[in-house]
């Protein structure tokens, strides 16, 4: 008999999955990383990165005399922290077994001193101070159940906290 | 039943706060999960619940609290072939304007998914049952209070159902839409007026986007509304609409509802403006009353109204149905004495500005609350009928 699902998830396969995480050294192993993305320059201010089989255009907006033809890497740094967020709460939703109905995540931040990017200023910080992130949720559990779903999902979102903590950036160089 | 000769009659403007249980139940039904006729028994209870409250309030002409509906509008969806809900996340995928479209979403406070509209795309047509006989049937059967049933109004439903790229296969334009949104109006009109309906109220509440809101041709107003034109082109059209929709039709009331937004609790989402810029429309518009909201203090001056002095009867909006605190009948009976330097006594009905609950799911007040303000309003009503009989 196959597996019910709840939000479109097999939790039970889906728990499994997660205990071997804890269980078994080499899944730990493999979902702890290395995670990559390559990023080839198109041209201008157009890129397109490879993450495995797939690939993902990034791009400029016209305000920038760029091509806008797909949105930008700080756009989608918001997407990729409202999207990891969004996963953790449908598995912490999911495991108690909460249904969920419709939710969505409406991002936004300002960047502190975009000069610095424009090479205008020799200090301060080009990125965003704080991100907000507003959770709508229609959901079958009271809001104080689902409060500490978004507080797990929040708390437990690799994307998020990466981005919420400081995180070296380890770079290095070759000239061809 | 003989309309009602008492002074300052207190109504509704329609939505009443949904139980939790009602929104679950809604939601099985969405799903395909209940049928309707499950639902509806479910929610026999939830308007009965509404029925009560209302008649324990003292409101005169009261409603079945919409509770059947998923939202004011979209509830035509189950009513009408041809029509699909679609979530305005769904929607979003054919904006000519995403980014605008969810600039506005995001000003508004609202959420993509919360907000469903019936798209038509494909020729329209009734199911039998009609749009609200069976709200109508069920309140006859539980009160002896007079009777209001709020409809979608013909600009309203037609601005809100025509999208490109969805609904232009069965109707090139809107303008074609909108002959069989007319058509639908007419008969659901003419069906409840022949069981006995006192009261019909034609919602328009997009009409306060028009003046008030972004000029952007896809916008949000209580509605994903689509296409719009120049406003002057636009008011123009909703008055030729509702002429047609109510062109001859006599032994009914007829109010034409237009507030300023009712998704949020939030006031500084909502628009602003009074209505001067929509009463030479509205005027012109073949109903008895204009149902409005005036209690926010974003409704604007009254002074608007002293051209048109008892020209059409006044739903006067007497209580915010967002806020929690419930008004002093005093407060009120003093801002219905402003209102009678420009209409007299009988031309005037006492209501809150709009709904308890225009969206099942983003009700804005309890039950409670609900309650207590329809009874100030009742006992403001009663301190007048004293000084005024």
């Given at each position: 008999m196959a597996e019910k699902e709840l939000n479109g998830i097999r939790m039970q396969k889906f728990q499994g999955i997660l205990d071997s995480m804890r269980d078994d050294p080499k899944v730990l192993q493999a979902v702890t990383g290395p995670w990559k993305s390559r990023v080839v320059w198109q041209g201008g201010l157009k890129a397109k990165a490879y993450m495995r089989k797939h690939a993902v255009e990034l791009d400029e907006p016209e305000g920038l005399d760029a091509t806008d033809s797909a949105a930008s890497a700080h756009e989608q740094l918001l997407s990729a922290v409202g999207s990891c967020m969004t996963v953790g709460f449908v598995i912490n939703a999911t495991k108690r077994g909460i249904k969920i109905h419709d939710m969505e995540i409406a991002l936004e931040g300002n960047f502190e001193n975009i000069l610095k990017w424009a090479g205008h200023s020799p200090t301060g910080h080009p990125g965003y101070p704080s991100i907000k992130a507003k959770l709508f949720v229609k959901a079958d559990a009271d809001e104080a159940t689902l409060r500490e779903v978004w507080k797990a999902a929040v708390e437990g979102s690799p994307v998020a906290q990466t981005v919420a903590r400081p995180t070296q950036i380890v770079t290095e160089f070759e000239v061809l | 039943m003989a309309p009602t000769t008492?002074?300052?009659?207190?109504?509704?403007?329609?939505?009443?706060?949904?139980?939790?249980?009602?929104?679950?139940?809604?939601?099985?039904?969405?799903?395909?999960?209940?049928?309707?006729?499950?639902?509806?028994?479910?929610?026999?209870?939830?308007?009965?619940?509404?029925?009560?409250?209302?008649?324990?309030?003292?409101?005169?002409?009261?409603?079945?609290?919409?509770?059947?509906?998923?939202?004011?509008?979209?509830?035509?969806?189950?009513?009408?072939?041809?029509?699909?809900?679609?979530?305005?996340?769904?929607?979003?995928?054919?904006?000519?304007?995403?980014?605008?479209?969810?600039?506005?979403?995001?000003?508004?406070?609202?959420?993509?998914?919360?907000?469903?509209?019936?798209?038509?795309?494909?020729?329209?047509?009734?199911?039998?049952?009609?749009?609200?006989?069976?709200?109508?049937?069920?309140?006859?059967?539980?009160?002896?209070?007079?009777?209001?049933?709020?409809?979608?109004?013909?600009?309203?439903?037609?601005?809100?159902?025509?999208?490109?790229?969805?609904?232009?296969?069965?109707?090139?334009?809107?303008?074609?839409?909108?002959?069989?949104?007319?058509?639908?109006?007419?008969?659901?009109?003419?069906a409840l007026k022949a069981r006995g309906v006192d009261?019909?109220?034609?919602?328009?509440?997009?009409?306060?986007?028009?003046?008030?809101?972004?000029?952007?041709?896809?916008?949000f107003m209580c509605a994903a509304l689509g296409s719009r034109k120049d406003p002057a082109d636009e008011l123009e059209f909703a008055v030729r609409l509702m002429n047609e929709t109510v062109d001859g039709i006599s032994g009914v009331k007829f109010g034409v509802h237009i507030c300023r937004g009712n998704w949020s609790r939030k006031e500084d989402v909502l628009l602003t403006g009074n209505y001067g810029p929509l009463l030479p429309y509205l005027m012109r518009m073949?109903?008895?009353?204009?149902?409005?909201?005036?209690?926010?203090?974003?409704?604007?001056?009254?002074?608007?109204?002293?051209?048109?002095?008892?020209?059409?009867?006044?739903g006067l909006g007497v209580s915010n149905p967002r806020t929690d605190d419930?008004?002093?009948p005093r407060a009120i009976v003093q801002s219905v004495k402003q209102v009678l330097k420009y209409f007299d006594p009988d031309k005037i009905t006492l209501n809150p500005d709009c709904g308890f609950g225009t969206f099942a799911e983003r009700c804005v007040n309890t039950p409670e609350i609900a309650y207590r303000k329809l009874k100030v309003i009742g006992e403001a009503a009663e301190l007048l009928r004293k000084e005024f009989a």
């Open positions: - | 008492k002074l300052f009659p207190v109504s509704v403007v329609g939505s009443w706060t949904r139980p939790v249980w009602l929104v679950h139940a809604l939601r099985r039904r969405q799903a395909g999960e209940i049928s309707s006729e499950e639902f509806n028994r479910i929610a026999d209870d939830a308007v009965l619940a509404a029925i009560k409250y209302q008649e324990d309030a003292g409101v005169d002409i009261i409603t079945d609290g919409e509770v059947r509906r998923d939202n004011f509008y979209s509830f035509v969806v189950e009513k009408l072939s041809g029509m699909k809900l679609m979530k305005v996340s769904e929607l979003l995928d054919y904006m000519k304007d995403r980014a605008g479209f969810e600039e506005i979403l995001r000003a508004l406070d609202v959420p993509a998914f919360a907000i469903k509209s019936p798209i038509a795309v494909e020729k329209i047509h009734e199911r039998e049952g009609g749009l609200t006989l069976d709200e109508l049937d069920f309140l006859k059967a539980h009160t002896t209070r007079q009777t209001k049933i709020p409809i979608p109004g013909p600009y309203l439903l037609t601005r809100s159902s025509w999208f490109e790229g969805l609904s232009d296969k069965a109707y090139p334009t809107r303008e074609e839409l909108a002959k069989d949104v007319v058509r639908i109006l007419r008969k659901e009109i003419l009261f019909i109220q034609l919602d328009e509440p997009s009409l306060s986007q028009v003046v008030y809101g972004d000029e952007a041709e896809q916008t073949n109903i008895d009353q204009l149902v409005l909201e005036m209690a926010t203090p974003r409704a604007g001056e009254i002074e608007v109204f002293k051209e048109y002095r008892n020209e059409k009867e006044l419930v008004e002093d």
